[in-house]
């Protein structure tokens, strides 16, 4: 199993590089890359703007990170970088940066139930929806490197919901995009 953890966004709404932030010992950054390792035998990060900054702030942990020199083009972009690094992988994980309740239990819950139904996608149910954090069957790659834009991974789950398995994971539906974000989430 492979994981993609998605890094690289260029925080405008938050008007400063949010996955530096630090929430408890750790930046959002590191955070999600230690918990796709819990999942993963191979962790891909991909990053964007400051990549120097971001490889700094993974130092000692064992994942390959990746420029998406298109990062501007969005999220799809980001999606694309990520599976041309792991092409062969049988599925991947994909999973965001900026999800910082997510944890490695997450998802390896989501991991064990596509070994368990080898489903074309196993995706994180939350807040009325079905999304990222999910996994995905290397037959649905080619899909995934055909989004453009910043819709990310939901209109292949969408398109592929009769036959997804959803695993409750409501601490997906925290994210952090906005200094208000921010504030909800440390209480601050």
Known sequence: ??????????????????????????????????????????????????????????????????????????????????????????????????????????????VEAYRDTEAPVVAASYAGTAGVPAVFRRDLFGELVRLRGDSGARPVIERHRDEAVLVPVPEAAVDVDTPEDWARLTGG
Do not use: F, I, Y
């Open 1 to 110: 199993m492979a994981a993609v953890v998605l890094a690289a966004g260029s925080s405008r709404r938050m008007g400063k590089p949010k996955l530096l932030l630090r929430w408890g010992n750790s930046s959002l950054l590191r955070r999600a890359a230690e918990a796709a390792l819990q999942a993963a035998d191979r962790v891909v990060v991909v990053v964007g703007p400051d990549p120097d900054r971001m490889r700094q702030e993974l130092a000692g942990l064992p994942v390959e990170v990746v420029v998406n020199p298109d990062h501007a083009q969005g999220l799809a972009s980001s999606l694309r970088c990520g599976l041309r690094t792991v092409p062969d992988a049988p599925a991947v994980l994909v999973t965001l940066a900026d999800q910082p309740r997510v944890t490695g239990e997450h998802l390896r819950r989501l």
